[in-house]
């Protein structure tokens, strides 16, 4: 079935730097890919829609030039995570739909562990 | 507003035991329903989806929902529950045509042996 593959699973970077995490449809093609951020015991919030060939449609409050998205391909979505701060650590994750087939099923990526220390 | 509440943050079981994880919606326009089970560090994974007719839901792991527009609720139910079924579980609600879903905040389920 169709499956999306999200990485790195996980990753510590120091206060600063830029993280990039990958998001890829494997057997199908994805012009539109979603991105997530998990609190800890809360639920998943929308940060922004990825639209191949065209910018990001971004949700009320989250900063365009923090977190940078790029879709490049059909296949390849990646959220930049740039200067990262100990407020940047959480469980991010990815999602596409799969149009191609019957109801368009949205697929999850296992997610993305930051921790920035 | 449109939300979706999950009213229980989590429910403990007996293994064996039967399960009924709650959700209300509010929601403007004709809901797509959906239920998602997370477990622990990893992502999302489809369980059931409502769109339209039948309002009792099959989906995959012996779970079931069933939508009820005079509640605004798509509770969801197993007749027994596994120890490998402690997770966390996601109500959402959305239209068909675009995946912004709105999402419960959660019910984690806690299996007793």
């Known amino acids: 079935g169709a499956v999306v593959s999200q990485h790195p699973s996980r990753v510590i970077c120091k206060s600063g730097t830029s993280v990039k995490i990958e998001c890829r449809s494997l057997?199908?093609?994805?012009?539109?890919m979603f991105w997530y951020r998990q609190f800890p015991k809360q639920s998943l919030m929308l940060m922004a829609t990825?639209?191949?060939?065209?910018?990001?449609?971004?949700e009320q409050g989250v900063e365009k030039d923090k977190f940078l998205i790029n879709h490049a391909s059909l296949t390849l979505s990646t959220l930049t995570v740039t200067s990262a701060h100990p407020e940047d650590s959480s469980f991010y994750i990815c999602?596409?739909?799969?149009?191609?087939?019957?109801?368009?099923?949205?697929?999850f990526g296992n997610g993305t562990r930051l921790t920035v220390t | 507003a449109q939300s979706v509440t999950q009213p229980d943050i989590h429910i403990t079981v007996s293994e064996g035991a039967s399960l009924e994880l709650r959700c209300n919606y509010s929601?403007?326009?004709?809901?797509?329903l959906f239920w998602y089970v997370q477990s622990p560090g990893q992502g999302l994974q489809l369980l059931l989806k409502?769109?339209?007719?039948d309002t009792l839901v099959q989906g995959i792991k012996g779970f079931e929902a069933e939508f009820k527009r005079s509640q605004s609720s798509f509770n969801l139910r197993k007749p027994s529950v596994h120890w490998s079924d402690a997770a966390e579980y996601f109500c959402?609600?959305?239209?068909?045509?675009?995946?912004?879903?709105?999402w419960g905040a959660g019910t984690k389920l806690i299996i007793k042996p």
């Open positions: 409502y769109f339209s007719g």
């Open positions: 929601y403007g326009a004709t809901p797509y």
């Open positions: 999602s596409a739909p799969d149009r191609s087939s019957y109801n368009s099923p949205l697929h």
């Open positions: 057997d199908f093609q994805a012009t539109t």
């Open positions: 959402a609600v959305g239209a068909s045509s675009n995946y912004q879903l709105i």
């Open positions: 990825s639209n191949e060939g065209s910018k990001a449609t971004y």
